[in-house]
């Protein structure tokens, strides 16, 4: 990756901030991506996200 290679898959934004330390888990046949986010709304403390993700030219994108 420090050579131009890999693909961003999550970034936070003006809701979340600092997203990241993700795992994947995969229940009844959907993958989803596990990590901690920091909540904007609520004084950024950090929060347990979960969100179902697809694979798309064998790259994670998450919605």
């Known amino acids: 990756m420090t050579d131009g290679g890999g693909t961003l ?4 934004d003006t809701n979340w901030y600092g997203v990241g330390h993700n795992a994947v ?3 009844s046949g959907t993958d989803y991506l596990v990590y901690h986010g920091y ?3 609520d004084k950024g ?7 179902p993700f ?3 030219n064998g790259w994670p994108s998450v919605k």
Do not use: N, P, Q, Y
Not at 45 to 51: A, C, H, N, Q, R
């Open 45 to 51: 403390i950090s929060k347990l996200l979960i969100k």
């Open 25 to 27: 888990c995969h229940f």
């Open 39 to 41: 909540d904007a709304a």
């Open 54 to 56: 697809t694979w798309v």
């Open 9 to 12: 898959v999550l970034e936070g």
